[in-house]
């Protein structure tokens, strides 16, 4: 795929490919403290955030439980598309 590219574009990728190796080269000591930095603030977040999403989850849930006694459950989908799709394009 790489073969396809221009002959400027795979340089720049070369260009590029030669910056970040030698940044990761030269900043190694450092770089199991950023993996450290980036585990600790993916597990932080996670576990900050997870309550609100188990409460989005039950509600759905719950919701959904609801419906299964309407007689046709899809048509409450639809709208709730509908006004989705429509405050994506506005």
């Known amino acids: 795929m790489l073969r396809e590219l221009p002959a400027k574009k795979q340089v720049e990728f070369l260009i590029y490919a030669a910056l970040a190796i030698s940044v990761f080269a030269l900043n190694a000591p450092r770089l199991s403290w ?17 309550p609100e999403c188990i409460r989005h989850l039950y509600a759905a849930a719950k919701t959904l439980d609801e419906l299964r006694q309407f007689r046709a459950p899809w048509a409450w989908a639809l709208p709730a598309m509908m006004w989705a799709l429509i405050k994506r394009l506005m």
């Not at 950023?34 to 997870?50: E, K, N, P, Q, S």
């Open 34 to 50: 950023a993996l450290g930095g980036i585990w600790l603030c993916d597990f932080v977040t996670y576990y900050h955030d997870r």
